[in-house]
């Protein structure tokens, strides 16, 4: 079973940054992009941004582009999202998601990580 | 205000079938394939559907998904208790270059 796992998410005030980082296992992470996704308290999903599998394309939504960085390293297998210059209304959760490859679409999520943008 | 749009709730009786639906455009469902997401309250997202119609592994036939034109449908038969969730559509828009998805429909099984 495709499995992804986030970590990173915590407290920061506006104006602050965090990184948030996300693990896989049971399917190769070098042929996959990938996209983060986040969930508001009580709303629906929203998407922030993706990444193709070898970096060489990234794409973000324009409430984050240019506050938020997606990158990969292919060696450690890992995705983050790097957020500066966090706002009260970032506060969610993020979901670490597998890109289908044959339609960008997401497929597989992680089980989410709590950001709280608070003063 | 979601790109895609879905009705926010509906609501059916243990047994009985429902349709949802989700609405788009050329950019996105029209000239793309549709996925569905499962969210139980309290939990990730969960892949349904897939390409429109196909499922994952390990989901039941009673859930099957159809798209037409500009629109997409999720089938739910044999309503359980435990169907019960928010259930979400979702794309790439081709042309925005951006992930989509709809608000979600809110499912209640009476």
């Known amino acids: 079973q495709v499995q992804l796992v986030e970590s990173g998410g915590g407290v920061a005030r506006p104006g602050g940054s965090l990184r948030l980082s996300c693990s896989v296992s049971?399917?190769?992470?070098?042929?996959?992009?990938f996209h983060w996704v986040r969930q508001a308290p009580g709303k629906g999903l929203d998407w922030v941004a993706l990444?193709?599998?070898?970096?060489?394309?990234?794409y973000y939504s324009d409430s984050v582009e240019g506050r938020f960085n997606i990158s990969r390293d292919n060696s450690k297998e890992t995705l983050y999202l790097e957020m500066n210059t966090l706002r009260v209304e970032d506060t969610a959760i993020y979901y670490c998601?597998?890109?289908?490859?044959?339609?960008?679409?997401?497929?597989?999520w992680g089980q989410g990580t709590l950001v709280t943008v608070s003063s | 205000q979601s790109v895609l749009t879905q009705p926010p709730s509906v609501s059916a009786a243990p047994g009985q079938k429902v349709t949802l639906s989700c609405s788009g455009t050329?950019?996105?469902?029209?000239?793309?394939?549709v996925f569905w997401y499962q969210q139980v309250s309290g939990k990730a997202p969960k892949l349904l559907i897939f390409?429109?119609?196909k499922r994952p592994s390990g989901i039941p036939d009673r859930f099957s998904g159809s798209k037409s034109g500009t629109s997409a449908t999720l089938d739910i038969t044999g309503l359980r208790t435990g169907d019960e969730a928010d259930y979400y559509c979702?794309?790439?828009?081709?042309?925005?270059?951006?992930?989509?998805f709809g608000g979600g429909t809110k499912l209640t099984v009476l």
């Open positions: 998601a597998r890109r289908d490859p044959y339609s960008g679409a997401v497929d597989y």
């Open positions: 049971r399917f190769s992470f070098s042929a996959y992009g």
């Open positions: 990444i193709w599998y070898d970096g060489s394309k990234k």
């Open positions: 050329t950019s996105n469902i029209g000239n793309n394939r």
């Open positions: 390409d429109n119609d």
């Open positions: 979702g794309t790439w828009d081709i042309s925005l270059n951006i992930g989509v």
